[in-house]
Antibody, heavy 117, light 109 residues
Framework: QITLKESGPTLVKPTQTLTLTCTFSGFSLSTSGVGVGWIRQPPGKALEWLALIYWDDDKRYSPSLKSRLTITKDTSKNQVVLTMTNMDPVDTATYYC?????????WGQGTLVTVSS | SYVLTQPPSVSVAPGKTARITCGGNNIGSKSVHWYQQKPGQAPVLVIYYDSDRPSGIPERFSGSNSGNTATLTISRVEAGDEADYYCQVWDSSSDHPVVFGGGTKLTVL
């Protein structure tokens, strides 16, 4: 059974750095063809893809956010970490991690991050 | 980057067929995936690679993709199908490999 769960702060202040962790089970990120991505969804708005990391450590970022994002993996811990710098109130959203390569077939429950002073 | 265009809303009566479109430049040359998202829940994959269904997804859900339009078709619509639906494409050669459409709210009348 594949599961993913996001964890991290629920509230961050403007200009701070957000660090989110995706802890997963039921698959290995060292297996060929496997990837884990981050997607966010502002309240009442559409899904927005942020970043993906693959089994071979290939990393892809949304061009509009690339300068602020870093995605890393810890295969031994079954975790993927996303950091986003210089947080702003417009970054308030539910952040999801999901497993997949070209499509995302398993998703975490999401975590709501609010950016406010 | 690549843009996917979905109608904001589609309404359909129970038992009828709903068609949700996803427009993009030559989208027929790409693989399209579809997600269903109910309020307060994470998205669920309902169609991948244009027309394949994951296990557990009813046969009422089908997909097609040609030219500049991909379509998610839901036959014999039920009240439980009311949700937001998102299309998504993946292009490994792009600097923006994962793109989502803006989403379509399906209302069951």
């Amino acid at each position: 059974q594949i599961t993913l769960k996001e964890s991290g702060p629920t509230l961050v202040k403007p200009t701070q750095t957000l660090t989110l962790t995706c802890t997963f089970s039921g698959f290995s990120l060292s297996t060929s063809g496997v990837g884990v991505g981050w997607i966010r969804q502002p309240p009442g708005k559409a899904l927005e893809w942020l970043a993906l990391i693959y089994w071979d450590d290939d990393k892809r970022y949304s061009p509009s956010l690339k300068s602020r994002l870093t995605i890393t993996k810890d295969t031994s811990k079954n975790q993927v970490v996303l950091t986003m710098t210089n947080m702003d109130p417009v970054d308030t959203a539910t952040y999801y991690c999901a497993q997949g390569y070209s499509y995302l077939d398993y998703w975490g429950q999401g975590t709501l991050v609010t950016v406010s002073s | 980057s690549y843009v996917l265009t979905q109608p904001p809303s589609v309404s359909v009566a129970p038992g009828k067929t709903a068609r949700i479109t996803c427009g993009g430049n030559n989208i027929g040359s790409k693989s399209v995936h579809w997600y269903q998202q109910k309020p307060g829940q994470a998205p669920v994959l309902v169609i991948y690679y244009d027309s394949d269904r994951p296990s557990g997804i009813p046969e009422r859900f089908s997909g097609s993709n040609s030219g500049n339009t991909a379509t998610l078709t839901i036959s014999r619509v039920e009240a439980g199908d009311e949700a937001d639906y998102y299309c998504q494409v993946w292009d490994s050669s792009s600097d923006h490999p994962v793109v989502f459409g803006g989403g379509t709210k399906l209302t069951v009348l």
